[in-house]
């Protein structure tokens, strides 16, 4: 059965980096899209961005200036970095993983196409405070 | 971006109550929904992908149904463990992969 754990400081000075890892157990990291999506206080959930397990990756746009994810497969983990971080970044963080569906022909070209998040982790929550 | 708007934000309901919860997307997005649960400290749930395919596991009073822009999580009889919070999801556009506002199905 597939786990996934995240982990990192639980606090986070504003304008500096926060820094997570996804610790994927039971299973490859290989193969599937790995995602980070959050959840700020009292508040739903989103999107943040996610990664093929290759390296290609896709963010949302209003982080995509602060974000990196990376993936290590040696190791079977996922990471995300958000750097300038402001109290707004304040939320749970959760990994998920989705399937690839495979490479589908649309609009004149291929789009590698990922199904629902199957698998997610317990989340960790970060608050962004000096 | 692909909006995505569900309804209603909170609904009572008593257990054995039949209960659906909307989710419209601003532009078709095919059968490209998902629908998760997730209760407060817990990892979310995925119930139903492709709009109206059951995950393994899930009881089978969830469905799901609809396509291009509407569509429908329904509980056919609402059990204990059901309050939560339901998510919709689209993952057809990396535009990016929204999630709906959610819906509180809490007691009545």
């Known amino acids: 059965q597939v786990q996934l754990q995240e982990s990192g400081p639980g606090l986070v000075q504003p304008s500096e980096t926060l820094s997570l890892t996804c610790t994927v157990s039971g299973g490859p990291v290989s193969s599937y899209f790995w995602s980070w999506i959050r959840q700020p206080p009292g508040k739903g959930l989103e999107w943040i961005g996610n990664?093929?397990?290759?390296?290609?990756?896709n963010y949302s746009p209003s982080l995509k200036s602060r974000l990196f994810i990376s993936v290590q497969t040696s190791k079977n983990q996922v990471s995300l970095k958000l750097s300038s971080v402001t109290a707004a970044d304040t939320a749970v963080y959760f990994c998920?993983?989705?399937?690839?569906?495979?490479?589908?022909?649309?609009?004149?070209?291929?789009?590698?196409?990922?199904?629902?998040?199957?698998?997610w982790g317990q989340g960790t929550m970060v608050t962004v405070s000096s | 971006d692909i909006q995505m708007t569900q309804s209603p934000s909170i609904l009572s309901a008593s257990v054995g109550d039949r209960v659906t919860i909307t989710c419209r997307a601003s532009q078709n997005i095919s059968n490209w929904l998902a629908w998760y649960q997730h209760k407060p400290g817990k990892a979310p749930k995925l119930l139903i992908y492709k709009a109206s395919s059951l995950q393994s596991g899930v009881p089978s009073r969830f469905s799901g149904s609809g396509s291009g822009t509407d569509f429908t999580l329904t509980i056919s009889s609402l059990q204990p463990d059901d309050f939560a919070t339901y998510y919709c999801q689209q993952y057809d556009s990396y535009s990016p992969f929204m999630f709906g506002q959610g819906t509180k199905v809490e007691i009545k």
């Open positions: 990664i093929w397990y290759s390296g290609t990756t």
């Open positions: 998920a993983r989705a399937p690839s569906l495979g490479y589908f022909y649309e609009s004149g070209g291929y789009l590698q196409r990922l199904d629902a998040y199957d698998v």
